[in-house]
């Protein structure tokens, strides 16, 4: 999904029309048209304009949902390779991989 169709997404999902959307936010019909249909270049701060408006979240925006699901799930996949990696090694490996990891995470 474009940025565009994620805007226009979002508007329709608020209830609001096009003409509305367009007046609050200090623009014309045709340009939020064009930002829409990806024929115009948003400016960061009417991103943060939509956002509000919309009341949805900047991410969400800028984002596409099946790319959001997709980083989640080779998350998800990588931490359960750990976790079958930690369960396979015996005591003493277990114990130097914890006491690293508190290492590590004393340093940050």
């Known amino acids: 999904m474009t940025f565009g169709e994620r805007l226009k997404k979002a508007r329709i999902d608020s209830g609001i029309n096009q003409a509305d959307a367009a007046k609050k ?3 014309s019909r045709p340009t939020l048209s064009a930002i829409e249909a990806d024929k115009r270049q948003v400016l960061a701060s009417e991103i943060l304009q939509f956002a509000e408006l919309y009341n949805v979240s900047v991410l969400s925006l800028m984002s596409d949902e099946e790319s959001e699901q997709s980083v989640k799930k080779n998350q ?3 931490l359960l390779q750990y976790q079958s990696a930690f369960q ?3 005591e003493d490996k277990q114990k130097q991989v914890l006491k690293y990891m508190e290492q590590l995470q004393d340093e940050s």
């Open 88 to 90: 396979k090694m015996n």
């Open 76 to 78: 998800m996949t990588r």
């Open 25 to 27: 936010l200090e623009m």
